[in-house]
């Protein structure tokens, strides 16, 4: 007896020793991401949150695991935790939706995917969400549809006159 609780104890000390590697990968692949990314539980509680995050929510994303998001999140931005919330409770896989902040002075566009996370039971146990900044996307592709516009326009007038030219002749 004594040698197999012996085994027993070393079998789960490996396993621990390995469940807090994973997680200590899965924490420096998190906070490695540029984007924003928030894992929060069933309780819409923060697990996990990246620096990105921190600095687009402005709370203290080293310090506040276990806060309501809806604490954490201030009134202009309560939208998102709204929408995180919502999608927790709808069970969604997945779920998109764009979102524009004031940031400093300038709004800045945001796409936010938010994931349920399942457990073995099919389940909802967390949720992720990661929000990409399109703000430059949206201003080259604004700038694109002013030239088209502009162009076009300017295009008008002198076909405009070569075709009553054209038409004359005829």
Do not use: W
Not at 35 to 48: F, H, K, P, S
């Amino acid at each position: 007896k004594q040698n197999t609780l012996e085994e027993q104890v070393k079998q789960l000390q490996v396993q621990l020793q390995l469940a807090q590697r994973r997680k200590q990968n899965t924490d420096a692949i998190i906070y490695s991401i540029s984007d924003a990314v928030i894992v929060v539980d069933e309780y819409n509680r923060l697990l996990i949150a990246n620096e990105a995050a921190g600095k687009l929510f402005e709370f203290d994303y080293k310090n506040s695991q276990y806060s309501p998001v809806s604490k954490l999140v201030k009134d202009d931005k309560k939208e998102f935790a709204d929408f995180l919330s919502k999608s927790r409770i709808s069970k969604s896989k997945a779920s998109k939706r764009e979102f524009k902040f004031i940031l400093g002075d300038s709004p800045r566009n945001f796409n936010c995917i938010i994931s349920c996370v399942y457990d073995k039971r099919e389940q909802v146990c967390g949720t992720v969400a990661v929000l990409h900044d399109i703000t430059r996307e949206k201003e080259n592709s604004q700038m694109e549809n002013d030239f088209v516009s502009h162009v076009s326009h300017e295009l008008k007038t002198p076909l405009a006159i070569m075709r009553g030219e054209l038409e004359l002749a005829l």
